[in-house]
């Protein structure tokens, strides 16, 4: 499968823009082509952006690699004059808030650590080229528990 098919499973705006690759890494370099946002809290519909930034999160290895997208965000400037906030950034959704991870990477990261201990966790999630910490796993596990307990 093409890298480009596999980041639209992410998000369909999803465009690579440049791939580097070092030995362990690769890199990918992506824009959000999307002219046309909704406020996410009003609604309204945005296409004046305001700025960008940049956010790097960890996604599943692709063979021998542990991948990183380099994500430029656009901002927008919310037109909604009664709206609580003048500006949103575009909303990713893909990964929570301020995650380092996609949010795929954490259940597969989830799945392994629930079947170890988590040492061996941790050998078993670097050997498949995914860096981790222990503390991580475990941080991740606690995460998805405290929030299936909410949901029960
Ligand atoms: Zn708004």
């Known amino acids: 499968m ?6 639209k499973e992410l998000d369909t ?5 440049k791939i580097e690759k070092s030995d362990k890494t690769l890199y990918l370099y992506c824009d959000i082509d999307c002219m046309i946002v909704k406020c996410k809290y009003c609604g309204t519909e945005s296409h004046s952006v305001h700025s960008k930034y940049t956010r790097t999160i960890s996604d ?3 063979q021998n690699y542990q991948v990183k997208l380099i994500i430029t965000v656009p901002k927008f400037f919310c037109t909604n004059e009664k709206c609580s906030h003048k500006t949103f950034a575009y909303p990713i959704p893909f990964a929570d808030k301020n995650s380092l991870r996609t949010n795929r990477l954490d259940d597969y990261i989830y799945q392994i ?3 170890s ?19 991580t796993i475990l941080r991740i596990i606690k995460k998805k528990q405290s929030l299936s307990s909410i949901m029960r």
């Open 60 to 62: 599943l290895p692709i």
């Open 2 to 7: 093409e890298l480009n098919e596999l980041l």
């Open 117 to 135: 201990s988590s040492l061996d966790a941790e050998k078993q999630i670097s050997g498949s080229h995914v860096s981790v910490s222990n503390n």
């Open 113 to 115: 650590g629930m079947k």
């Open 13 to 17: 705006n999803l465009v690579i823009r």
